[in-house]
T-cell receptor
Framework: NAGVTQTPKFQVLKTGQSMTLQCAQD?????MYWYRQDPGMGLRLIYY???????DKGEVPNGYNVSRLNKREFSLRLESAAPSQTSVYFC???????????FGDGTRLSIL | AQSVTQLGSHVSVSEGALVLLRCNYS??????LFWYVQYPNQGLQLLLK??????LVKGINGFEAEFKKSETSFHLTKPSAHMSDAAEYFC???????????FGQGTTLQVKP
């Protein structure tokens, strides 16, 4: 029973490099989300996808792009990484937008 | 606009003592509210949710929360703390319009033996 799977679990990048964080869920959920977690700031929504084929900006979308590849997969791309994007990134999914969200274990990303 | 404030970034209790974690929210539409728990190096797990069916909500691991509209609060309680309750707890408010969640800053619960 995998739930929400994120890859990789850890990554170190240099400033200016690009990277794609992968997320897949096996619960047949319609909605998926990307958050970043920084100390003392809780979780902040980067992008979300209410259903397959749609994506919308969240609270902090600048510097990121997303792709809802199919119903299962939702990827987050950093085109030109900056030190301010050092964070822990969480993917989540829910049956619909108003249902409880299920979280992956996170990707710890450091940008030097 | 919606917001959520968790009072106290760190709370310390003795094992067996009452746990009280405070959460206040603001919302221009009827909110739905969640409490999540995060153990080290893990994602968030749902503790309980409020969706207007009942003001007192029971969750997993003996936790419960009471929705008080007049106080715009949704405090989390547990009668008797256990060492395994040590974790970070997040309150979140969702909009019935958009479905997006806004998370509080989190409260780290320490349980002393």
């Amino acid at each position: 029973n995998a739930g929400v799977t994120q890859t990789p679990k850890f990554q170190v990048l240099k400033t200016g490099q690009s990277m794609t964080l992968q997320c897949a869920q096996d619960m047949n959920h319609n909605s998926m989300y990307w958050y970043r977690q920084d100390p003392g700031m809780g979780l902040r929504l980067i992008y979300y996808s209410a259903s397959e084929g749609t994506t919308d900006k969240g609270e902090v979308p600048n510097g990121y792009n997303v792709s809802r590849l199919n119903k299962r997969e939702f990827s987050l791309r950093l085109e030109s990484a900056a030190p301010s994007q050092t964070s822990v990134y969480f993917c989540a999914s829910s049956e619909t937008l108003r249902q409880p969200q299920h979280f992956g274990d996170g990707t710890r990303l450091s940008i030097l | 606009a919606q917001s959520v404030t968790q009072l106290g970034s760190h709370v310390s209790v003795s094992e067996g003592a009452l746990v009280l974690l405070r959460c206040n929210y603001s919302s221009s539409v009827p909110p739905y509210l969640f409490w999540y728990v995060q153990y080290p190096n893990q994602g968030l797990q749902l503790l309980l949710k409020y969706t207007s069916a009942a003001t007192l909500v029971k969750g997993i691991n003996g936790f419960e929360a009471e929705f008080k509209k007049s106080e715009t609060s949704f405090h989390l309680t547990k009668p008797s703390a256990h060492m395994s309750d040590a974790a970070e707890y997040f309150c979140a408010v969702g909009s019935s319009n958009t479905g997006k969640l806004i998370f509080g800053q989190g409260t780290t619960l320490q349980v002393k033996p």
